[in-house]
């Protein structure tokens, strides 16, 4: 099925392709899935011109709905057309105008899944595929996807997106830059976890949860548990940093940057538990006003700030130890200022905080009595400061593309998959996306790789073609 809200680009032509498809049900002798003996994939949707060159003979035949496909056969799409290919595994693939893919390995037995291989050829133009059972059961190893000559992507389980660019998608960004981009599924990065010691994790609903690594993505809705001991480092994408504390609970409520227009940006986070120390970002500095931290005793708001946030046992918030137990934040809540100002609220109550001053809030709705001193808990902690930690922005999220260039993309929906190059490799995950530069003929001993870019390209995020297409958990898959 096409995508939600997608017009058929070939429903100006009707009429020739009722014509069309009439001649290519002659030419291929079925349109309905029983009617072929084992096929290792068969056409689901199509929309528009598609073709198919056959392994043997290389002649070429126009597809239909349920037309079986075969080892080293080339699926060719037309301008303005759409395919779906859906494989005995459970794998789909929706196939964009102007591209060719070719089917160049494939072995799927259910009985024996050591024997299972897939070898994909992207030639020209893009796709969006949801993996199947090929690379998930047995090897790992088993599935993969070259991108022309340029790259090959290995995956673990995934629905991804692959390119193939020449002008093309350069056209397509300077297109979508005159006009609002699409809504995409597509999962957007938040944040990352920049330096880890000890273990810490992230789960978000729905989804199971995840140890957290160097670089590790962040997600609207993750929150984010630090273990027993040691710290977690999360910088977002506005150069906002928190550092969380041992046994900290963390939630990431609602997040939201453009780094052209940072001033509607939004920044709502929510400590559950234990502690932080922070030093605001672009949005604190655009627009104050759209940055919160949240407890479930009281709310900080910032005006370009640095300051310590952490939950002590109730009554506690002159004598806690920093050292001491971390609790749930529906007790005392201490504010440490180290810089700029704060309005700490609690339910009706409110208390203006300037530099170097410090507050106690007694359980929710309390009134925040202002302290002589720094308390033990936030004056002692021995977490780094956030604004002195050497952090590489530019490592950590990737290379700024301001314009497509010639080469092969991937950007991941779901899962993860390996982009590799010459030897090279890294790994994408939600919301994430890599380039490896086409060779150079002239220049064949230049060392190429693949590259983690800051962003999804508009030209992915925005393609409403694959963005939103309808894969069918319906569509005949041969057993």
Not at 217 to 231: A, K, M, R, S
Request: glycine fraction near 10%.
């Amino acid at each position: 099925m096409l995508g939600r809200g997608i017009k058929n680009p070939a429903s100006d032509r009707s009429v020739l392709w009722t014509l069309l498809s009439m001649i290519a049900v002659v030419v291929l002798g079925y349109t309905d899935c029983a009617l072929a003996d084992d096929p290792i994939a068969r056409f689901g949707e199509i929309h528009g011109v598609v073709s198919v060159q056959r392994a043997v003979a290389g002649r070429f035949v126009l597809a239909v709905r349920g037309a079986a496909l075969s080892e080293g056969d080339v699926v060719v799409s037309e301008k303005e057309s759409l395919a779906q290919i859906v494989f005995s595994d459970g794998s789909q693939i929706a196939l964009r105008p102007n591209s060719r893919l070719s089917i160049t390995q494939y072995h799927y037995d259910k009985d024996q899944p050591r024997e299972d291989h897939m070898l994909l050829d992207l030639l020209r133009g893009g796709l969006r595929t949801i993996t199947g059972l090929v690379g998930k059961r047995g090897d790992m190893k088993a599935y993969s996807m070259h991108l022309g000559a340029t790259a090959t992507i290995g995956i673990r389980g995934t629905d991804f997106v692959a390119r193939l660019c020449e002008a093309d998608c350069a056209t397509e960004q300077h297109a979508l830059s005159q006009q609002r981009l699409p809504i995409s599924e597509m999962p957007v990065v938040v944040a990352r976890a920049a330096e880890i010691t000890g273990h810490a994790s992230a789960v978000s609903s729905g989804r199971p949860e995840r140890a957290l690594f160097l670089g590790a993505p962040l997600y609207n809705g993750d929150q984010v548990t630090v273990g027993h001991e040691g710290h977690v480092t999360v910088l977002f994408s506005d150069n906002t940093r928190i550092v969380l504390s041992y046994d900290s609970r963390f939630l990431i409520t609602n997040y939201r940057y453009d780094k052209a227009q940072p001033q509607n940006g939004n920044f709502l986070v929510n400590l559950l538990r234990g502690s932080l120390r922070t030093v605001t970002g672009v949005i604190g500095h655009s627009n104050p006003a759209h940055v919160g931290y949240t407890t479930p005793t009281a709310t900080v708001g910032i005006r370009g700030t640095a300051f310590d946030l952490r939950c002590v046992p109730l009554g506690q918030g002159k004598t806690a130890p920093p050292d001491g137990p971390a609790v749930d934040c529906d007790q005392t809540v201490v504010v440490s200022m180290r810089e700029g100002s704060t309005l700490i609220t609690s339910g009706t109550n409110s208390l203006a905080l300037a530099s170097g001053q410090s507050a106690v809030i007694d359980g929710p709705n309390s009134v925040p009595s202002l302290l002589d001193a720094s308390p033990p808990s936030t004056s002692g902690d021995t977490n780094p400061l956030p604004e002195q930690l050497n952090l590489d922005f530019g490592q950590l999220f990737g290379a700024q593309q301001n314009d497509p260039q010639t080469g092969a993309y991937a950007a991941v929906f779901d899962g993860s998959i390996s982009l590799s190059q010459n030897g090279k490799e890294i790994i994408l995950g939600p919301g994430e996306a890599g380039f490896a530069p086409i060779p150079d003929a002239n220049n064949p001993a230049l060392d190429l790789s693949p590259e983690q870019l800051l962003d999804v390209p508009p030209f992915i995020r925005g393609d409403s073609l694959l963005q939103n297409f309808d894969f069918d958990p319906m569509a005949c898959v041969v057993q």
